[in-house]
């Protein structure tokens, strides 16, 4: 029989009036299990909390956002 994985994800946005620091947030996501992460912010002092965490991050991308990128691929890689 065919073993059944389960996955726990998360979103993490950064509008709060308290933050908390990236590097505790990521050590409570791994403490609780977590290995899917969608961020709603790209901020760097975050990614670099996140990176050899082994947590799979997606960035979501505003609505408004999207055609302007199917058009320019190029906006995706500017920062």
């Known amino acids: 029989m065919p073993s059944c994985g ?5 979103n993490w946005g950064t ?3 308290h ?4 590097s505790k947030v990521v050590k409570m996501l791994q403490e609780n299990g ?7 912010d790209a901020e760097e002092w975050i ?3 996140l990176m050899g965490s082994d947590i799979e991050v997606m960035l979501a991308v505003p609505n408004n ?9 190029c906006l ?4």
């Open 6 to 10: 389960s996955e726990v994800g998360v």
């Open 19 to 22: 933050k908390l620091p990236p």
């Open 65 to 73: 956002m999207l055609e302007d990128m199917s058009k320019n691929p």
């Open 76 to 79: 995706c890689s500017s920062s």
């Open 34 to 40: 977590v290995d899917k992460l969608k961020m709603f």
């Open 47 to 49: 990614m670099v909390a």
């Open 15 to 17: 509008m709060a009036t």
